[in-house]
């Protein structure tokens, strides 16, 4: 690959992580001030896909994939929620999980469940590292089984 195919390729997958971050920031604004994904979505397109906030979060966001990412979990959080229930340890509750927490696990869940042609085990990655990038301790270990079990359970022939 030639240094301007490569360079290409890392700014495709910056802008996706920035469009995954950026979504699981609306799923949790949308559920601590109760607002509706269409508005969320417009704010979020008209002042943070751009990387240009106080976050840290460089670079621009896809903003297909954050729209589908936050569209697609509200269409279809009852599933989702179901979804992760079943494949959390014993003794979690989603409701029980911080807000944060819930909106990642939502969004992965989202990817895993309706985007086929995504390998899992990127997707689990991606979402592992994010988590990191919202908590300090075993949270990312915590999001990695849960959607590890998940992923098996769902895409049994990549495992």
């Known amino acids: 690959m030639n240094k301007a195919a490569q360079k290409h390729a890392e700014d495709h997958a910056a ?5 995954r971050l950026r979504a699981i920031q609306a799923l949790f604004q949308m559920e ?3 607002m509706g994904a269409r508005r969320v979505i417009e704010e979020f397109k008209e002042n943070r896909l751009d990387g240009g906030d106080d976050t840290g979060v460089s670079g621009q966001a896809d903003p ?15 599933g989702i929620d179901d979804s992760i229930r079943s ?12 807000t ?7 969004a992965a869940s989202f990817e895993l469940l309706y985007f086929p ?5 990127a997707i689990l990655d991606e979402y592992v590292d994010l988590a990191g990038d919202f908590f300090s301790g075993p949270e990312p270990g ?3 089984a849960a959607l590890e079990a ?5 895409r049994k022939d990549e495992f």
Request: glycine share 6%; hydrophobic share 40%.
């Open 64 to 78: 297909k994939l954050f729209e589908k990412l936050v569209q697609g979990v509200v269409e279809y959080q009852s």
């Open 100 to 106: 944060t927490m819930r909106a990642l696990l939502r």
């Open 87 to 98: 494949h959390l340890a014993k003794n979690w509750r989603l409701d029980r999980l911080d």
């Open 142 to 144: 915590f999001v990695n």
């Open 15 to 19: 802008s996706r992580r920035a469009a």
């Open 117 to 121: 042609q995504k390998p899992a085990r």
């Open 32 to 34: 601590m001030g109760g």
């Open 150 to 154: 998940l992923a098996r359970d769902q």
